[in-house]
């Protein structure tokens, strides 16, 4: 599908601040899509994913609802780790599709695509105008996800190994969003990029 909207790829690691940093761009009228919300919306009750992956890993790793019961995928991943790569197959193509389709739906300038995994991912980095990285320390992103989820630190930091470290997100990225600090100092950053943004898109799009 043709992608007419001039697109920022907004990443960063797990509890860096994508969503909160995404809102802000929403409230300035962006459109954002998030690819994490896809991939959701694809593994609920009645999902587009769904006889897909029943068909691949059997109606045990779904719920009773219709839904991914992700335990049991974990399960299946954790006791046969090439199994990631089969959900993957499925999902990938069907999120690409799914963000393109809304891409292409979006009646802005510029629009937002989060994708949590983008510089890990490497096609997606060639579907992407410009990369903003959300920013934080390590041990700030821990915190957050204690917080937010009560996973145990070693889970987290299991988590964190797999994703690309900091310096390499930072080396990839056109825009770095520090989230380090409080939430209100998202706002200003936010503000003077959408700006960037619109004028980008307008010169180039
Ligand atoms: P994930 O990839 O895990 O979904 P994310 O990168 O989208 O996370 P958010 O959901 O925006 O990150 O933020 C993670 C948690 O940290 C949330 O509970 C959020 O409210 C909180 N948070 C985000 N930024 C800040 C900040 N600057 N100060 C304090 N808390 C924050």
């Excluded at 109606?59 to 219709?66: K, M, S, T």
């Amino acid at each position: 599908m043709y992608v007419v909207t001039w697109v920022v790829g907004l990443t960063g690691g797990i509890g860096s601040g994508k969503s909160a940093a995404a809102d802000l761009f929403a409230a300035h009228g962006a459109a954002v899509i998030d690819t994490d919300a896809i991939a959701h919306d694809l593994t609920k009750p009645g999902g587009g994913a769904m006889p897909l992956i029943r068909a691949g890993f059997g109606d045990g790793v779904a719920a009773a609802d219709g839904a991914l019961d992700r335990a049991a995928m974990r399960a299946v991943v954790f006791a046969d780790p090439p199994a990631r790569k089969r959900l993957e197959a499925i999902l990938h193509p069907l999120i690409r599709e799914e963000s393109e389709r809304q891409l292409a739906a979006a009646a802005t300038p510029y629009a937002i695509l989060v994708v949590p995994l983008l510089i890990e991912a490497g096609d997606y980095r060639k579907r992407v105008n410009r990369i903003a990285v959300v920013d934080c320390a390590e041990a700030t992103q821990i915190a957050r996800v204690m917080s937010r989820s009560g996973l145990a630190r070693p889970e987290i930091e299991r988590i964190l190994a797999a994703q690309a470290t900091r310096a390499q997100r930072l080396a990839a990225a056109d825009d770095v969003i520090d989230n380090d600090g409080e939430l209100a100092a998202l706002a200003p950053q936010i503000e003077r990029l959408h700006g960037n943004y619109l004028a980008l898109a307008q010169r180039l799009g």
